[in-house]
Every structure is written in C-alpha cells, then in structure tokens.
C-alpha cells in the first residue's frame, strides 16, 4: 500500500473552489483522475506500484470526494479542468503525465486540452465515448435536478440490493464480492452518511454535458501527446469495441490493451495490470 501521506487529504483553494488531492512518491509527475462517484482514494493500489518511479498526484474531481466549489460553473468537464490546470501549477508540477478512468477520463482529455504543452502522455482508461449514452446515467440526470433527488439517491444508494444490481456498482465490476468492504468503505459509505455529498453528486450530474462530449469525435485530432488505452474488456458501460473504435480519432496511439476478468473500475479489479501498463507506456519518452 501507498504510505501515510498518500491517504493524507490536502487541499488547494483557487477562488470559490477548493480541491483536494493525495500526493505520494518520487520522479516524474503523475496526475491520475477518477470516476463517477469516486474520489482519487480510487488509485491508491496503482498508486501504491507506482509511487517508487513517479510522484503521483490524485485529485477529487469537483462534486465528488472532497472536491468542492461555491461556483455550479466548476462542476462543468471545461471548467473544471481549467480549475485542475490553476491547482497543478499552484503546486509546482510542470509537466506530467495524466490518466483518467470513467468520467475522470473525460476531464483528463479537457485538461490535455487545455495544457496540452505540458502532458508528456495520457491514459484513458474505461472512460466516455463521444455518441456513446452510458446505461442510467440520462436517467440520474434527468433526475438529479428534481426536488428531493438527493434523498432519492441516498437512499438508492443505501439499498445493497440495488448497489449489486446494474442500477448501481453491478457494472461496474465482474467480482460484485469487492463492493462489500474497502469498497464500501472508502466509497459507498461517504455518501450515505452525508446529503452534502449526495448533493454535491446531484450538481455533478446536472453539469456534465454530454453534447459536449461528442464534440471530441473532432477535439481528440488536437491531442498530439501518446496516448494508450486500458480496458476493462468485460465494460458494459463503456463497451471494448466501441472504445477500441474510437481510438481512430486520434493522430497518437501508442496502444490499445484490454484487460481480462474487469468492467468499469479496471483500476480497482486489476490494479497490477494498470500499474503495469501504466508504468510502462508514461517511462517512454515523448
């Protein structure tokens, strides 16, 4: 496991936003982006490889964690990652490599956007497709604006019944076992104990725009960075063929590996194998 300073919270304050973030380890940077409705704690096995070869910097993405901001504006994937670029350079990082899973991989491709002079290589792992609708997640957010959504999906979330079912984490991985425990803990738990994060989760929903996202069929043609592929090859959300399809939208591809007995959260079903690829492809040079 990472040490202690990785599961340390630390925060950055840019204005009405505060974002928080881990950091651990040593060499060139690392930024890692998590998922819908993670925190960066997501990484903490990848990170836990991969800290001895980079400095790695897991943030909360706006809504999620104990990322927060008094402006609904940051909860948007642009400006959000605008947020993200201000905290990276408030810290010192120069440049670095990025990787992102599920909606994390969303903001990491607006982020490369945005510095694309200092991202040596980006990793998309199990993430949004342009033109591609996720099972429910229309349906949260057609829902999350509503009077009293937030008690409806505490409560959704409270149900082991419908966390199991596709519903909720059931597509998320092929061993529905590790939703009980760390999981449960570090995740699940959190947001039933508190409808300020519930909330927080709500606006995330209602600010991520999936017209914008279909825009990338052209904005990923403006990434020049390697970029390589990890996927979870069993995804029902984010499924291999379409990802393996999409890859052709962008002029540097240095790889496209799926990754057996994994769905969604692919860092958190087979974190050696991240790890491993991950490792690999950010030590190749630019």
Same mark, same amino acid.
């Given at each position: ?25 040593? #060499? ?9 409705? @993670?925190? !960066? ?5 990848? =990170? &836990?490889? $991969? ?116 519903? #909720? ?9 590790? @939703?009980? !425990? ?5 995740? =699940? &738990?959190? $947001? ?95």
């Amino acid at each position: 496991m990472p040490g202690d300073d990785f599961t340390e919270r630390r925060f950055v304050e840019l204005g009405p936003a505060k974002i928080c973030y881990r950091a651990t380890g040593s #060499g060139p940077a690392l930024v890692l982006l998590h998922g819908f409705p @993670l925190s !960066g704690l997501t990484w903490r096995k990848v =990170v &836990a490889a $991969l800290a001895p070869r980079f400095t790695c910097y897991a943030l909360d993405l706006v809504g999620l964690g104990d990322s927060t901001s008094r402006d609904a504006q940051d909860f948007s994937s642009g400006r959000m990652a605008a947020v993200f670029q201000r905290a990276l350079r408030t810290l010192g990082v120069e440049s670095y490599a990025l990787v992102g899973n599920d909606t994390g991989g969303w903001i990491a491709r607006e982020l490369a956007l945005l510095d694309r002079e200092r991202v040596t290589h980006l990793a998309l792992t199990n993430t949004e497709i342009p033109g591609h609708r996720p099972p429910w997640i229309p349906l949260y957010q057609w829902l999350a604006p509503l009077p009293g959504s937030s008690v409806v999906f505490r409560r959704m979330i409270a149900s082991r019944a419908l966390r199991r079912s596709p519903m #909720g984490f059931g597509g998320c991985f092929v061993n529905l076992d590790l @939703l009980d !425990g760390e999981f449960g803990d570090l995740f =699940v &738990a959190p $947001l039933i104990a508190s409808s300020d994060r519930v909330a927080a989760l709500a606006q995330f929903l209602v600010q991520m725009k999936f017209a914008r996202l279909d825009r990338f069929r052209e904005l990923h043609r403006e990434l020049a960075m390697p970029v390589a592929f990890f996927w979870g090859a069993a995804d029902p959300t984010f499924p291999l063929e379409r990802a393996r399809a999409m890859t052709s939208q962008f002029r540097n591809v240095a790889g496209f590996h799926p990754i057996a007995d994994a769905k969604l959260f692919v860092q958190e079903e087979q974190p050696e194998a991240v790890a491993r690829l991950a490792g690999d492809f950010f030590a190749t040079a630019s």
